[in-house]
Nanobody, 121 residues
Framework: VQLQASGGGVVQAGGSLRLSCAAS????????MGWYRQVPGKQRELVAA???????NYGDFVRGRFTISRIGAGNTVSLQMNDLKPEDSGVYYC????????????????WGKGTQVTVSS
């Protein structure tokens, strides 16, 4: 499974960014995708995840500011991030899972390269 992410970059506090991720899965059935964030010295944490059945899960720090959605019928998701704060900064990783809502709850099986999100104050 290959995951190709786009978006990210530098934005001022209060601004918005949109991340997208497309999965090329071959014979593997992808049933969930999501975004996770990692900052130095901390474990990777959930930002937002969604299953093919549109079951979603968000990290506590998101607090209604971010929205994850699937694009079309393929393995592509977008993450719209609004009202960004400096503490949202980090490396954002796209992940894909095979187990639907279980993957959304417990974590993904496949990972792409991270993309840096920097929110300046």
């Amino acid at each position: 499974v290959q995951l190709q992410a786009s978006g990210g970059g530098v934005v001022q506090a209060g601004g918005s960014l949109r991340l997208s991720c497309a999965a090329s899965a071959g014979i593997v059935v992808i049933d969930a995708m999501g975004w996770y964030r990692q900052v130095p010295g901390k474990q990777r944490e959930l930002v937002a995840a969604i299953s093919t059945g549109t079951y979603t899960n968000y990290g506590d720090f998101v607090r209604g500011r971010f929205t994850i959605s699937r694009i079309g019928a393929g393995n592509t998701v977008s993450l719209q991030m609004n009202d960004l704060k400096p503490e949202d900064s980090g490396v954002y990783y796209c992940g894909a899972g095979q187990y639907g809502s279980a993957s959304v709850q417990r974590g993904m099986d496949f990972w792409g390269k991270g993309t840096q999100v920097t929110v300046s104050s």
